[in-house]
């Protein structure tokens, strides 16, 4: 029987808080406080693609399965998180009315698929940078370019839907961590290779954004930020 290490319960640990944050009282309760600003960073769909990633990252250290299993199981954290603070906060009937009339099931779906895949590109950016630079910095520059692309973008394609006066500080925030994380790649890999990773990560981030638009737009999901 394997035991856990004391590293990856912290991982663990760390991961869970985060998710219950982010997915839970930034959702639910920050608002409430008057926080609005703070709510619309910490309880964004891109801040759920930041978490994920950085988990996957620090747990899996190059392993792709390891990383799928802890991006998806973050996922589920956080959607878990997000009706049980819910029920928590205004009842049990608020929280099944919740799921059952916001499309629970699609985004329940969501939040795994997508954390899985993100855990993949954590998995990728916990390569080793001298034996695999490129693979590196794919998986540091693909989310970046999804969160510091894919915000701006919700903005201007869903302003009237979503407010733009009052994202506009979330959109820089994530920008800014955008453009960190490809600094990041840089740094640890080198131009040359950040730069291809770059390229091949552009593919993924549309890819990811194009499929999270649809969904959005088509109502399988709940248009949001």
Same mark, same amino acid.
């Given at each position: 029987?394997?035991?856990?290490?004391?590293?990856?319960?912290?991982?663990?640990?760390?991961?869970?808080?985060?998710?219950?944050?982010?997915?839970g009282v930034a959702q639910t309760f920050l608002w409430r406080w008057g926080a609005d600003s703070l709510a619309a960073v910490l309880g964004s769909q891109f801040t759920w693609v930041l978490l994920t990633f950085a988990v996957s990252w620090a747990a899996a250290?190059?392993?792709?399965?390891?990383?799928?299993?802890?991006?998806?199981?973050?996922?589920?954290a956080l959607i878990v998180s997000y009706y049980a603070t819910q029920w928590l906060a205004d009842g049990r009937h608020a929280a099944l009315s919740q799921f059952t009339g916001t499309g629970g099931t699609a985004w329940t779906l969501a939040a795994?698929?997508?954390?899985?895949?993100?855990?993949?590109?954590?998995?990728?950016?916990?390569?080793?940078?001298?034996?695999?630079?490129?693979?590196? $910095?794919?998986?540091?520059?693909?989310?970046? #370019?999804? !969160?510091? %692309? /894919? @915000?701006? =973008?919700w903005l201007l394609y869903f302003e009237g839907s979503?407010?733009? $006066?009052?994202?506009?500080?979330?959109?820089? #925030?994530? !920008?800014a %961590? /955008? @453009?960190? =994380?490809?600094?990041?790649?840089?740094?640890?890999?080198?131009?040359?290779?950040?730069?291809?990773?770059?390229?091949?990560s552009l593919g993924f981030a549309a890819a990811a954004l194009g499929?999270?638009?649809f969904l959005q737009t088509q109502g399988w999901l709940y248009l949001t930020f």
């Open positions: 029987m394997r035991i856990v290490s004391r590293r990856e319960g912290v991982v663990a640990a760390l991961g869970l808080a985060g998710a219950a944050l982010c997915g250290r190059g392993r792709v399965g390891t990383g799928v299993a802890a991006g998806a199981l973050t996922g589920l795994v698929g997508g954390g899985a895949a993100m855990g993949v590109f954590g998995a990728l950016a916990g390569r080793d940078a001298d034996q695999s630079p490129r693979l590196k $910095a794919l998986g540091i520059s693909t989310p970046a #370019v999804i !969160v510091g %692309a /894919g @915000a701006p =973008l979503l407010g733009a $006066a009052r994202l506009l500080p979330a959109v820089v #925030v994530f !920008v %961590a /955008g @453009a960190a =994380l490809l600094l990041a790649a840089v740094r640890s890999c080198g131009l040359g290779p950040s730069l291809q990773g770059l390229v091949v499929a999270l638009m």
